[in-house]
Every structure is written in structure tokens, then in C-alpha cells.
């Protein structure tokens, strides 16, 4: 089993930049893919971007392409998610997920964090 940490939201003005991380327990984290996923209220789940359980292979969701990127560091049990550029648009709660397999859709991941905040003002 994987618990999962999220930190580093927080109020940012559009323009600005966040880094976000997810702390992993467990001494198998290197063998999960690893997902970011965000929410707003009233929305289903979305998906922002994925990292195979290597790190060398990395997808993202057209609207972050450029602007976010996803990497991890299986030494320290951690995956991050940089956010650049970021838009009144990009508000959301967003969480960490650990997958067995390769994929972008919520429903494939298994462990899930609690989430963090992210709120971007205009």
C-alpha cells in the first residue's frame, strides 16, 4: 500500500509560479506510475500530467503542455509537479495518484492523496 502527501499549494497571481510535491510512503514507490489530477467544484477529476515509474516518460494534458512539468525522485520517495505561467484557470485542488500501469484516467490509479489547494488570482 502507498500513502500519498501533497504540499506546496497556495495563493499565486496569474503570471506566477508553484512547485508542487507528493510525498510517497512505502519501499515499493519506484514501481508505480505516478499521476497529477485536478479538480474544481461541480467538475469530475482531470487529469494534468503522468511520469512512468522510471521517470523517462512523461505526459501532460494539452492546456499545461509548456507550462507544467512533472518529475520524480524515486531516491526520495517524491514527485513533483512545476507550475509556470499559471492561469486564474488553473484554481483547483490538486492531488497526487499512484498507478500500477501507464495511464491518464482516474479510474486506473489506486492510492490518492488528500489534495492541495491552488488558487491563482487575476
Known amino acids: 500500500q502507498v500513502q500519498l502527501v501533497e504540499s506546496g499549494g497556495g495563493l499565486v497571481q496569474a503570471g506566477g509560479s508553484l512547485r508542487l510535491s507528493c510525498a510517497a510512503s512505502?519501499?515499493?514507490?519506484?514501481?508505480?506510475?505516478m499521476g497529477w489530477f485536478r479538480q474544481t467544484p461541480g467538475k469530475e477529476r482531470e487529469f494534468v500530467a503522468a511520469?512512468?515509474?522510471?521517470?523517462?516518460?512523461?505526459s501532460y494534458v494539452d492546456f499545461v503542455k509548456g507550462r507544467f512539468t512533472i518529475s520524480r525522485d524515486n531516491a526520495k520517495n517524491t514527485v513533483y509537479l512545476q507550475m509556470n505561467s499559471l492561469k486564474p484557470e488553473d484554481t483547483a485542488i490538486y492531488y497526487c495518484?499512484?498507478?500500477?500501469?501507464?495511464?491518464?484516467?482516474?479510474?486506473?490509479?489506486?492510492?490518492w492523496g488528500q489534495g492541495t489547494q491552488v488558487t491563482v488570482s487575476s
Open positions: 512505502g519501499r515499493t514507490f519506484g514501481f508505480y506510475h
Open positions: 511520469i512512468s515509474s522510471s521517470g523517462g516518460s512523461r
Open positions: 495518484a499512484a498507478a500500477k500501469f501507464a495511464a491518464t484516467t482516474a479510474t486506473a490509479y489506486d492510492y
